[in-house]
């Protein structure tokens, strides 16, 4: 059903938790119809220097959040925004259909989270 | 392997197998031919009638081999409503039900039938004062599951019969996970008609049967020849028929000291969930409850991680969560029985059988908190739901 990468990211999640002074927080999804998914962000210069994520959801949606985790550290700004979903879904060798865009809320979350950043600097 | 999702399927019993050997080997005629070849295979079709007619008390003539559990359903609810039309437009069934008997019944409701979806208590049982108040001078058909597969509870049938009876209103129950846990009496539940599937009493896939009571008229799903008295045409899966009716004798045979000892089991590992996690909620009646079966709902994380994670140590258990199931809905039984949407997304169920030992169950006591453990602490709901608000309807995120 999920591929070995997506196992390992689902058995062995990176970066699991809080960033207690996050620069930007972004949340994503609704736990009454599926998963949701919290991701933080730090941010220097410019560039996410560090991220961290918790999630409700299925197997899934756990391997697709400590991916993108991964994917952003050390990104800027624009290039973490670029990220989609189908580059999140591919770096994980795959996820079911059914799955794509049900459990695939990292983009979307980590969108949020950049959004949240550039909002409260905005009001500095 | 740890296997406690008996409700999905069981393995053969050894017994069953050698019974099925001869059928899919050499004696592979054909139950309408004449000659010798074809008439062993009749004599064994037969005598399969006869050995799941005696598990549920029934006489052999009033058994319809069909191909699945689902069929049986089918055919009853389909059947039976069809073959009524002329009498009446209104049928009941509970929400407790099967999707093999919600799906025929919601397109019987595309056909012109009225149909009512009984609701049900906390515990997931039927109210049989409400579902009396529900027949009307139209009702043909009720159908209300003999226990629930997903959580457990044990219907009360044999009132729901005597009131079905005192009506004049065909009864139909789907016994598919009772069979071989309970004992089923065709006579003493008061039905007139009744499903099974063999491969849920350690028979092989591709055979069930429905009951139907001795004089009771039903339109056929399938047509054809005059297999099966007419109401099922197909040629018969002899070997699959064969290995249910052995199943269905050895599921009679030591049916109370089975029981037993799959409760003393069962209770033990609810015992042991209970104590070692917290926010955990055991679903289903507690004590109207199938022997081998705890059910629960797990707060703040999801079923289908949770059954991953177990997987990984070698259980295997069913979970009725939304991301779980290829429709990624959650179970219409848990939200029927009041379970919120977010507590359904935590469901787990562990269904026992013959194979499992005390060892097996002191495992999943030992292991089950650590995975959930595992679980809070990456989910973001650890310290509670905070302001989550149910919603009536969930969008398909694109």
């Known amino acids: 059903m999920y591929s070995e990468k997506l196992m390992d990211h689902f058995t062995n999640p990176r970066n699991v938790g809080d960033i207690p002074d996050a620069d930007g927080v972004g949340e994503e999804g609704n736990p009454t119809c599926g998963d949701v998914m919290k991701i933080s962000i730090k941010v220097q210069d410019g560039r996410i220097v560090d991220a961290k994520f918790r999630t409700f959801g299925c197997g899934a949606a756990i391997g697709v959040s400590s991916m993108v985790t991964e994917m952003v550290k050390g990104k800027t700004l624009e290039e973490a925004l670029s990220i989609t979903k189908e580059a999140v879904a591919e770096a994980l060798d795959g996820l079911p259909p059914q799955k794509m865009h049900c459990s695939n809320l990292g983009a979307d979350a980590l969108k949020k989270a950049i959004e949240d950043y550039r909002n409260r600097q905005g009001a500095k | ?398």
């Not at chain 2, 409400?130 to 009702?139: D, F, G, P, Q, W």
């Not at chain 2, 899966?237 to 109370?256: D, R, S």
Request: charged content about 20%; hydrophobic content about 40%.
């Open chain 2, 1 to 398: 392997m740890r296997y406690f999702d008996h409700m999905a399927t069981n393995p053969l019993r050894p017994e069953v197998l050698d019974a099925m050997m001869p059928y899919l080997k050499e004696e592979f005629g054909n139950p309408m031919s004449l000659y010798a070849l074809g008439q062993k295979s009749k004599k064994a079709l037969e005598e399969a009638r006869g050995q799941v007619a005696a598990l549920i008390g029934a006489k052999p003539q009033e058994i319809i081999f069909t191909a699945s559990g689902a069929e049986a359903n089918n055919m009853a609810v389909r059947g039976l409503a069809m073959a009524s039309k002329a009498k009446g437009s209104h049928i009941i069934v509970s929400k407790m039900e099967h999707h093999s008997v919600l799906n025929p019944a919601r397109m019987l409701e595309k056909e012109g039938f009225a149909v009512t979806f009984l609701p049900v208590d906390k515990y997931g049982m039927v109210d049989p004062g409400a579902l009396e108040k529900a027949i009307t001078k139209e009702t043909v058909l009720i159908s209300v599951v003999h226990a629930s597969p997903e959580v457990g509870t044990i219907e009360p049938v044999e009132e729901i019969g005597r009131i079905a009876k005192k009506h004049g209103v065909l009864f139909h129950t789907d016994a598919v996970a009772s069979a071989g846990y309970l004992p089923v009496d065709v006579e003493a539940l008061g039905v007139s008609a009744l499903s099974l599937s063999a491969h849920e009493f350690y028979g092989p896939k591709g055979a069930g049967a429905l009951y139907l009571k001795g004089g009771t008229r039903i339109v056929p799903l399938i047509y054809g020849g005059i297999q099966e008295s007419g109401r099922r045409a197909g040629t018969e899966n002899i070997p699959a028929i064969v290995g249910m009716g052995k199943a269905a004798e050895l599921a009679k045979a030591g049916l109370a000291e089975r029981a037993g000892k799959l409760a003393r089991l069962r209770d033990r590992l609810v015992a042991g969930v209970l104590e070692g996690i917290g926010h955990v909620y055991y679903t289903g009646h507690p004590e109207h409850r199938l022997p081998g079966h705890a059910s629960f709902c797990v707060e703040f994380i999801e079923g289908e991680a949770m059954l991953l994670m177990l997987a990984a140590k070698g259980i295997y258990a069913a979970s009725g969560s939304a991301c779980s199931s290829k429709a990624l809905k959650a179970s219409p039984v848990l939200l029927s029985m009041g379970i919120s949407s977010q507590l359904a997304q935590g469901s787990i169920v562990f269904s026992l059988g013959t194979d499992n030992a005390e060892d097996d169950i002191e495992y999943a006591i030992r292991e089950f908190p650590a995975v959930v453990k595992r679980l809070r602490e990456i989910s973001p709901y650890a310290g509670g739901w905070g302001g989550v608000k149910e919603t009536g309807t969930c969008i398909p995120k694109n």
